[in-house]
């Protein structure tokens, strides 16, 4: 990875914009296969750049710029293979000048208890992890094994070195999730939030993020249809109303935007009449919240005689040829195929425990 340049001269901007920072990009692919995610299917194999490379271009990319952070981005930064040894030399050259080192969310291993050490002379902001799931069982589901322990331990260890709070990632709507999964998600928030009463002697921020759950192309749940908008209506109010503790907030994606990036995610060639149409009707910048206007694409599924539930909620057979079957990816049909197979195998195993505790 070390022969493809990273930017040495990225555009400065001459307003204050949200990420205001050098960002480099250490490694491209993930170790993991977590089911969910469609950037470790399409962005194989793992590629890794040298430390010294790393170091190198951050600081030419600092000296054309001024910029007085650089953040180090991959989809799993914990998981590069240097990773100490980056993060100290990071400090040692740029500690002296003034410049932090940022990460993006974090990744659960053994690895994020020594984050805080090693991470010591940066900037103690907030510690982004994503955990995207509380339980075991469904984290078996989601091809996502992480442990408890190591997220506690972790958040323990940056309450105790200056850490002021704590972001959490988190997913509803996944295929076979129970009122327990949501009710994990209350109990892991405000563990955390605990820990920092036992560490620093006063509750510190802790905020779960959650994100409803999209299935994505070349993903085994490219298959799976998405949840309703009542249920992710009524899961995002069942979190917020059984959140006990005032140090811990809950915040739940735009539920409209989730369901038109479904549709544009899901979609074949017959939804560009929809972009088109949307467009016409005066949809601009939809990524802003401040602009995103849903009736308009609604309005011009409506007008067009678009089946939205056909596309977005219906599950689909694995014999049905998807829109996206002519893209060739590393690891094809068949494997994915497989995949979903394994998923559905433990969607019946989480079905049959459950209806056992609820006998």
């Known amino acids: 990875f070390d022969d493809i340049p990273l930017p040495s001269h990225p555009i400065v901007s001459y307003v204050r914009t949200p990420h205001d920072r050098i960002a480099i990009e250490i490694m491209r692919g993930c170790p993991w296969q977590c089911r969910f995610c ?16 790393i170091v190198k271009s951050a600081l030419e990319a600092y000296r054309n710029t001024g910029y007085d952070e650089i953040s180090l981005l991959s989809l799993s930064t914990s998981d590069y293979p240097y990773f100490e040894e980056l993060v100290t030399r990071m400090h040692e050259v740029f500690g002296p000048l003034g410049v932090s080192v940022s990460l993006p969310s ?13 991470m010591k002379g940066a900037r103690k902001g907030g510690l982004t992890l994503a955990p995207e799931v509380a339980r075991d069982d469904m984290r078996e589901q989601i091809r996502k094994k992480i442990k408890n322990e190591d997220l506690y331990e972790g958040c323990r260890e940056a309450f105790a070195n200056g850490w002021q709070k704590v972001k959490l990632y988190f997913m509803c709507g996944l295929p076979g999730e129970r009122r327990v999964d949501l009710d994990g998600i209350l109990e892991m ?35 799976n249809g998405m949840a309703s908008r009542d249920y992710l209506r009524q899961a995002g109010e069942y979190l917020r109303r059984k959140v006990r503790l005032k140090a811990v907030t809950i915040k739940q994606h735009n539920i409209e935007c989730s369901m038109l990036e479904g549709l544009l995610t899901r979609g074949d060639r017959r939804i560009a009449a929809v972009l088109e149409r949307a467009w016409r009707k005066g949809a601009r910048l939809d990524g802003w919240s401040e602009s995103f206007r849903p009736q308009l694409w609604w309005d011009s599924v409506r007008e067009l005689g678009i089946d939205f539930d056909w596309y977005v909620h219906r599950d689909r057979p694995v014999t049905e040829v998807l829109p996206w079957d002519h893209v060739n990816v590393k690891k094809g049909r068949e494997f994915l195929e497989k995949e979903h197979g394994r998923s559905l195998v433990q969607l019946q195993v989480m079905a049959e425990a459950t209806g056992k505790a609820e006998g």
């Open 38 to 53: 469609q950037s470790t299917v399409i962005k194989r194999p793992l590629r890794v750049r040298s430390v010294e490379t």
């Open 189 to 223: 928030s405000e563990t955390i939030a605990r820990i920092s009463k036992e560490v620093t002697g006063r509750y510190k921020e802790v905020t779960a993020s959650v994100s409803n759950f999209v299935p994505k192309p070349h993903t085994p749940y490219q298959w």
């Open 106 to 118: 974090l990744r659960i291993n053994n690895q994020l208890r020594s984050l805080p050490r090693l």
